[in-house]
């Protein structure tokens, strides 16, 4: 099978449906995109495995070479949900125009692989002495469970990765943590003429916003890192829904928010101490009050700035390496060994937006670094420890 232009692929991955979303009426299968990359790469000589992490969402882990070392591409294969009517186009078919490429996941990020394979092609006829490895996960923009899945299962990747989210081509070595986390509380209701009838969730809710905006307030205080365009870490109550009638003792309350936390903040010990400032509130308002992650905490991410790949990645970019607020992929791939960046040609002010794009100025550029890259890590005899 004739592997298509870089215009063709980029036109196929974003008509393949992959979107992923909390909301079940939103969530798809990633299985169209996965196979379109499976095909292309298997065509170039790659090895293909695509574990399925849940049902009808899969992983893609393409090789080419073997051995110790080498390089990971990486990038994640779903896209958040769309609103067709504020679009200019059919989100699902590409369009030019504008000097960009628009349409969804064009910069966030299905697009990246389309400029991997194009970079890698004229490279093949070498000998790979260290291994190129692209990597394709499920599900980033819900709950990570396909970078989840690969940690968790701990096969050793390369000694270097690269995720190719939007930075405008700006090494970024450092990001906050995600928590997005749930508070219920379950009262008692009652008739309202008497407050000796029930025991109010909304009240003891308000006890709650208290308690975590003087937390917010306080780990503001503790903690700063200046790198970041916000440099405090922060907590963002999102919705909150209880009670049904106005005359009705409010009987149940719950509260969902999100919490960033900074590289040296841990989620575990976070958690842990709001848990500690809900207890005196359920035994004063005598509700129970319970906090649950919606998912599993992603943690803040930092690479030591003298590590390898970004003094690599400074020198052949011309930009120091920055820190952002958005979450990644990238302490997963760390886990697993590999000295990790996040650096790609999408720009991040217009992820997840409507008229989604990538500018074609970029496509040169990332096609030069790709090969740059691919050639330091696979291309070159393994660096003996």
Same mark, same amino acid.
């Given at each position: ?20 979303? $909390? ?12 196979e379109l990359l499976a095909a292309w790469l298997g065509e170039l000589g790659?090895?293909?495995? $695509? ?48 000097? !960009? ?46 970078? %989840? ?17 939007? $930075? ?47 937390? !917010? ?42 919490? %960033? ?13 709001? !848990? ?7 035994? %004063? ?29 400074? %020198?052949? $970019? ?45 496509i040169e550029p990332t096609l030069q670094l790709l090969r740059r890259l ?12």
């Amino acid at each position: 099978m004739p592997i298509p232009s870089l215009k063709e692929q980029f036109a196929a991955l974003v008509a393949a449906p992959s979107v992923s979303c $909390t909301q079940p009426g939103w969530d798809q299968s990633n299985r169209p995109v996965i196979e379109l990359l499976a095909a292309w790469l298997g065509e170039l000589g790659f090895a293909c495995e $695509t574990p399925e992490v849940a049902p009808g969402k899969f992983n893609l882990l393409a090789s080419y070479g073997s051995g110790p070392g080498g390089l990971v591409l990486a990038g994640h294969s779903d896209t958040v949900p769309f609103d067709a009517a504020l679009w200019a186009a059919d989100p699902l078919k590409l369009r030019e125009a504008d000097d !960009r490429w628009y349409g969804l996941g064009s910069c966030d990020m299905k697009g990246f692989f389309a400029l991997v394979i194009e970079a890698v092609r004229p490279l093949l006829d070498q000998p790979f002495r260290q291994p190129l490895l692209i990597l394709a996960t499920c599900d980033e923009e819900s709950s990570m469970s396909g970078a %989840r899945a690969l940690a968790a299962a701990g096969q050793p990747l390369g000694r270097a990765a690269l995720i190719g989210e939007p $930075t405008g081509l700006h090494p970024v070595r450092l990001h906050k943590g995600i928590m997005m986390e749930r508070i219920d509380i379950l009262g008692q209701s009652g008739h309202s003429s008497n407050p000796a009838y029930g025991h109010s969730a909304l009240e003891a809710m308000h006890g709650v916003l208290g308690e975590l905006l003087t937390l !917010r307030r306080q780990w503001q205080g503790e903690y700063r890192n200046p790198l970041f365009d916000v440099p405090q870490p922060t907590l963002n109550l999102g919705c909150i829904h209880g009670g049904d009638n106005p005359n009705r003792i409010c009987g149940q309350c719950a509260l969902e928010f999100d919490l %960033r936390p900074l590289p040296g903040m841990d989620p575990q010990q976070l958690r842990a101490i709001i !848990r500690q400032r809900l207890q005196p509130l359920a035994e %004063r308002h005598q509700v129970q009050i319970e906090l649950a992650p919606l998912f599993p905490a992603v943690p803040p991410f930092e690479q030591a700035a003298d590590s390898e790949l970004v003094r690599l990645a400074e %020198r052949l $970019t011309g930009h120091r390496a920055e820190a952002v607020a958005f979450a990644t992929e990238a302490p997963y791939l760390q886990q697993l060994g590999c000295e990790t960046l996040v650096l790609g040609p999408g720009d991040i002010a217009c992820a997840h937006q409507p008229d989604e794009y990538l500018q074609l100025e970029r496509i040169e550029p990332t096609l030069q670094l790709l090969r740059r890259l691919i050639g330091h890590y696979c291309l070159q005899p393994a660096v003996q420890p």
